[in-house]
């Protein structure tokens, strides 16, 4: 080939060898990775030579501390994986696979405590609860004492005066906390800042601040006439306001800006676009967040320590002197001498965590309500948008 009178002579390099295959003419390069002999029989063979060598140190030493023999082997576990990882495969393989072991680690540590104390309860609060069922959950405490078997207690009033005084917190947070988070998504002045650090603030408050704060402005002003079941719901509501105002914030934030924005240049107030356009839109993610807060006060028991007073009669009035609920039960049941009134008190225990389980469920359950229902509109939004297009489409 003749290029401005000199010859240029094109050389094609020779295709590089099939994979696994040795160059031709040389031996197989040992540069590279070492092939594993797979992540399972390595997993697996670091956890059993940690265990082993922990097991056979505290054994030596004759140590019995079953939580330090777990956290040594773990710690040794994660050393020995990462060097065989490293040797095997080189360092950004033993970070990634040393990052997924902390992390399933922590979450299976965080469940296995969940577990363990969800079981305990239902262990120990079951049996009292089904003893004479459903007597426990509709009897008051009037006809237990102190040498009373377990089948004459129940927690039909404390449910009654729990739900009261939820329904109240709720009642009185919730509007107002969806009414701040949406000034706060939609705003941006001083006052905005300042309501944001002060809801920040709040979050971190321990519980029992609330119920100082009602007890000084409500109840030693009226003295025992104050403790009732109004007191009780206004001091969980101090709880419950930051909680799901903070939850409503990060649902409100995600609404897509296009929604408003196409609002808005249609002629839209922006009233009407808060108020027809983004709240319906996060529905489902409002629901869930009050569902939470809901389940959040419903065990706190300093707050109602202050502002309740307990009762171990049926009070159906807040407004009356002294109603109990589900954690004021128990912490009146566990100060008390008797094994029965124990017993009892991990019947009540049971209730209080079946109530909350089953409040996360639905706030579960609402959301997921929630994001079905927006798909399915979308979907049928589509398909009349199709519809229309090919109505519109003249015939050949």
Same mark, same amino acid.
């Given at each position: 080939?003749?290029?401005?009178?000199?010859?240029?002579?094109?050389? +094609?390099?020779?295709?590089?060898?099939?994979? $696994?295959?040795?160059?031709?003419? *040389?031996?197989?390069?040992?540069?590279?990775?070492?092939?594993?002999?797979?992540?399972?029989?390595?997993?697996?063979?670091?956890?059993?030579?940690? *265990?082993?060598?922990?097991?056979?140190?505290?054994?030596?030493?004759?140590?019995?501390?079953?939580?330090?023999?777990?956290?040594?082997?773990?710690?040794?576990?994660?050393?020995?994986? $990462?060097? %065989?990882?490293?040797?095997?495969? *080189?360092?950004? !393989?033993?970070?990634?696979?040393?990052?997924?072991?902390?992390?399933?680690?922590?979450?299976?540590?965080?469940?296995?405590?969940?577990?363990? !104390?969800?079981?305990?309860?239902?262990?120990?609060?079951?049996?009292?609860?089904?003893?004479?069922?459903?007597?426990?959950?509709?009897?008051? @405490?009037?006809?237990? $004492?102190?040498?009373?078997? %377990?089948?004459?207690?129940?927690?039909?009033?404390?449910?009654?005066?729990?739900?009261?005084?939820?329904?109240?917190?709720?009642?009185?947070?919730?509007?107002?906390?969806?009414?701040?988070?949406?000034?706060?998504?939609?705003?941006?002045?001083?006052?905005?800042?300042?309501?944001?650090?002060?809801?920040?603030?709040?979050?971190?408050?321990?519980?029992?601040?609330?119920?100082?704060?009602?007890?000084? +402005?409500?109840?030693?002003?009226?003295?025992?006439?104050?403790?009732?079941?109004?007191?009780?719901?206004?001091?969980?509501?101090?709880?419950?306001?930051?909680?799901?105002?903070?939850?409503?914030?990060?649902?409100?934030?995600?609404?897509?800006?296009?929604?408003?924005?196409?609002?808005?240049?249609?002629?839209?107030?922006?009233?009407?676009? +808060?108020?027809?356009?983004?709240?319906?839109?996060?529905?489902?993610?409002?629901?869930?967040?009050?569902?939470?807060?809901?389940?959040?006060?419903?065990?706190?028991?300093?707050?109602?320590?202050?502002?309740? *007073? $307990?009762? %171990?009669?049926?009070?159906?009035?807040?407004?009356?002197?002294?109603?109990?609920?589900?954690?004021?039960?128990?912490?009146?049941?566990?100060?008390?001498?008797?094994?029965?009134? +124990?017993?009892?008190?991990?019947?009540?225990?049971? %209730?209080?965590?079946?109530?909350?389980?089953?409040?996360?469920?639905?706030?579960?359950?609402?959301?997921?309500?929630?994001?079905?229902?927006?798909?399915?509109?979308?979907?049928?939004?589509?398909?009349?948008?199709?519809? @229309?297009? @090919?109505?519109?489409?003249?015939?050949?």
């Amino acid at each position: 080939m003749t290029a401005t009178g000199l010859d240029v002579a094109v050389r +094609i390099p020779p295709p590089p060898p099939p994979s $696994g295959l040795p160059p031709p003419g *040389g031996k197989p390069s040992s540069s590279g990775p070492r092939r594993s002999r797979g992540p399972v029989v390595e997993l697996v063979g670091s956890a059993l030579a940690a *265990g082993a060598s922990v097991w056979l140190v505290f054994t030596i030493a004759g140590l019995s501390a079953p939580f330090g023999l777990f956290v040594s082997s773990f710690l040794l576990f994660l050393v020995i994986y $990462g060097v %065989v990882c490293h040797s095997l495969h *080189g360092t950004l !393989v033993m970070k990634d696979r040393l990052a997924t072991v902390a992390v399933w680690g922590g979450s299976l540590t965080a469940l296995l405590a969940l577990v363990a !104390v969800i079981g305990f309860v239902v262990f120990k609060g079951a049996p009292v609860v089904f003893a004479r069922f459903p007597h426990f959950l509709l009897a008051d @405490m009037s006809n237990f $004492g102190g040498s009373s078997p %377990v089948t004459n207690a129940g927690v039909g009033a404390a449910i009654v005066g729990s739900l009261e005084q939820v329904g109240l917190a709720t009642l009185i947070s919730v509007p107002l906390a969806v009414l701040t988070a949406t000034y706060l998504v939609n705003s941006n002045s001083t006052l905005s800042r300042v309501v944001r650090n002060v809801v920040d603030a709040m979050t971190g408050t321990p519980s029992i601040i609330a119920g100082i704060f009602i007890y000084i +402005i409500l109840v030693k002003p009226r003295g025992t006439n104050g403790l009732d079941g109004l007191a009780a719901g206004l001091a969980l509501s101090v709880l419950m306001l930051p909680l799901v105002t903070r939850a409503a914030v990060e649902v409100i934030i995600i609404v897509p800006e296009a929604l408003r924005e196409a609002a808005l240049a249609l002629g839209a107030p922006q009233w009407r676009v +808060i108020l027809q356009i983004v709240l319906p839109t996060a529905r489902a993610g409002l629901i869930t967040a009050a569902i939470l807060g809901v389940a959040r006060t419903a065990g706190e028991t300093a707050e109602v320590l202050f502002t309740a *007073g $307990g009762n %171990v009669h049926y009070n159906f009035s807040p407004l009356a002197p002294y109603q109990s609920d589900l954690p004021l039960q128990i912490y009146s049941l566990i100060n008390q001498p008797s094994v029965n009134a +124990i017993r009892v008190a991990w019947g009540v225990a049971f %209730v209080l965590v079946a109530l909350v389980l089953a409040l996360f469920v639905a706030a579960r359950a609402a959301g997921a309500a929630g994001t079905g229902r927006v798909s399915r509109q979308l979907r049928q939004r589509k398909a009349r948008k199709r519809s @229309m297009t @090919m109505t519109k489409e003249p015939s050949p």
